[in-house]
């Protein structure tokens, strides 16, 4: 039985709504990055609107998807791109210095391609056949419940949190299931237009990521759609057809990275939106320019430090989790836990970076459309990601160095 509620309104892309052959052959993640980095201010100028709409304005998102962006972790089998960390990072920052629910919503999108690698070859080919990609939200919370039978599988649940749904045209839910007698986990994947959208995302922040919840009942997936193979230390499927290691890494590291880009993004907004507001803002009751303040110089120059850390960091650690796959066992456990506190730590650097901003901006920061508010509201919600919990993720790094085993189902 569904639940009740108000189904949200989706917005998939088009069957045919994809580059032509010539076109991807032709696309290069350095035309991506420079195609995204002209939509910064058109981002930026919108994204009070978007987050009124509660999703992504369609004409800036339809410019993120003619530029290739999504093609970027599509494998080269079905004429992706493959990109490189650095390329998705150059290509993601400059949507998040905009827009940071769009960035979020468009590196979730495409970091879920990545994941499909581990599905059968089957669902592959029909989702990345004709030189597609998905647009692929997420249900992972609580857990549904799957029924094994002749073909596939039938499937009930409800999900919350499931980023990118206004967006997609996919929607993978995690369900425990029993094949041969064995209880397992699986993921499966299901047309969006066959789940119900149930509109739950009122929040003071990241407001246009669409992440409503939703449900299914008694819904039949067919075999090729469903994956039983929940391999966190990266194996699967992908690590046996592809040779990047991008579809071998990993996967906390990998969902704290997602995570993570849109996070430094926003950051960098606000620094340089504060380094502008600095040469124009004088105070009342105060002479000169704010720029002309040491106070304000200190706070320009702590701010922006704290974020060049957090994106080397980012950057780096996810560039270590390629390597992750050369480590078994309780050793990637450790490892995996030490990349994911170094990102949360990323993270936090950046939210303490916007906080330092704000603070000296003045009552002026509080219209809604000064466009430091919303980073600050962005930022709250961003790092309350659960993969972001501070206390979590630092014991569980602590506890791996003191060589003792996690205590969490996220590592």
């Given amino acids: 039985m569904m639940p009740e509620g108000k189904n949200v309104q989706c917005y998939p892309p088009a069957p045919d ?11 290069t993640p350095q035309s991506i990055i420079e195609r995204m980095r002209a939509l910064t201010g058109p981002l930026r100028a919108g994204a009070r609107q978007a987050e009124e709409q509660r999703r992504p304005i ?29 390329e998705i990072v150059d290509a993601t920052l400059p949507i998040a210095e905009g827009c940071a629910s769009t960035a979020w919503v468009a590196i979730f999108g495409l970091v879920h391609n990545r994941h499909m690698v581990a599905f059968p070859k089957a669902f592959q080919d029909e989702l990345f056949g004709g030189g597609r990609y998905g647009i692929i939200a997420t249900g992972t919370v609580p857990m549904g419940q799957a029924k094994h039978v002749d073909g596939g599988f039938v499937l009930n649940g409800l999900w919350k949190w499931s980023t990118c749904l206004t967006q997609a045209d996919w929607v993978m839910l995690l369900a425990e299931t029993e094949v041969d007698g064995q209880k397992t986990a699986g993921s499966f994947m299901v047309p969006v237009g066959d789940v119900l959208s149930i509109d739950t995302w009122t929040t003071d922040g990241m407001r246009a990521t669409g ?82 303040k040491q106070a304000s110089q200190i706070r320009l120059a702590r701010a922006d430090t704290m974020v060049a850390v957090a994106e080397a960091t980012v950057r780096q650690a996810m560039k270590d989790n390629l390597k992750g796959i050369e480590l078994d066992g309780d050793e990637q456990v450790v490892f995996r836990s030490k990349l994911r506190a170094q990102m949360t730590f990323a993270a936090q650097l950046c939210r303490q970076a916007v906080q330092i901003v704000c603070e000296s901006t003045g009552t002026s920061i509080h219209y809604l459309d000064n466009p430091l508010q919303r980073i600050w509201r962005d930022m709250m919600v961003m790092t309350s990601h659960i993969i972001f919990d501070d206390d979590v993720t630092m014991e569980q790094h602590g506890r791996g160095m003191l060589g003792l085993p996690p205590t969490t189902a996220i590592n």
């Fill in 17 to 27: 709504d994809f580059l032509s052959p010539d076109a991807l052959a032709e696309l």
């Fill in 211 to 292: 992440t409503h919840d939703v449900a299914v009942a008694d819904l039949f997936v067919p075999e090729h759609r469903v994956n039983l193979v929940q391999g966190r230390d990266g194996s699967g499927r992908g690590a046996q057809l592809y040779d990047n290691p991008i579809y071998r890494v990993p996967l906390s590291p990998l969902l704290a990275f997602t995570t993570a880009v849109p996070v430094v993004g926003a950051a960098k907004a606000a620094v340089e939106l504060y380094r502008e507001r600095l040469s124009k803002h004088v105070k009342r009751g105060t002479e000169g320019s704010q720029s002309d």
């Fill in 58 to 86: 369609d004409e800036l998102w339809d410019e993120i998807r003619a530029s290739g962006y999504f093609y970027m972790l599509v494998p080269k089998a079905y004429g992706g791109l493959e990109a490189s960390i650095d």
